[in-house]
């Protein structure tokens, strides 16, 4: 008589370890995601007269301008200013995600890319 379904050898104890690990780090994942989306990243630039400052989900929160960098002059300096300090907060954003991710994974490769 022929064997129905499954695995043979001892495999479905080795299946239901690997989804209860997959389902901890699916979880802990989350948590990573969480905790990143309560942090704030600040950047600079102009020396400091620009500032921004960025949510973990990737939402500007503040901008903060000395005014002494508002020259009705040269408007296009401010808004590089503005920009180049957004970016470099989003940087740190991504960053960070990053460095949570490998931490997560432990060097698996490719595995998590782009869950953050």
């Known amino acids: 008589m022929a064997k129905r379904g499954g695995f043979g050898g001892g495999m479905p104890g ?3 370890n690997l989804m209860k690990q997959a389902q901890r780090m699916q979880r802990q994942m989350q948590e990573q995601q969480e905790k ?3 942090q704030e990243f600040h950047a600079t630039s102009g020396g400091g007269v620009v500032e921004v400052t960025v949510s973990g989900k990737k939402e500007i929160t503040k901008i903060k301008i000395d005014p ?7 408007v296009e300096m401010l808004e590089d200013m503005i920009m ?12 960070a995600a990053q ?9 698996l ?4 890319g782009g869950l953050i």
């Open 14 to 16: 080795n299946m239901n």
């Open 36 to 38: 990143l989306e309560a």
């Open 68 to 74: 002494e960098a508002v020259d009705p002059e040269d």
């Open 84 to 95: 180049a300090a957004a970016n470099e907060a989003l940087r740190a954003c991504d960053a």
């Open 99 to 107: 460095e949570q991710m490998s931490r997560l994974t432990g060097g």
């Open 109 to 112: 490769g490719g595995l998590g």
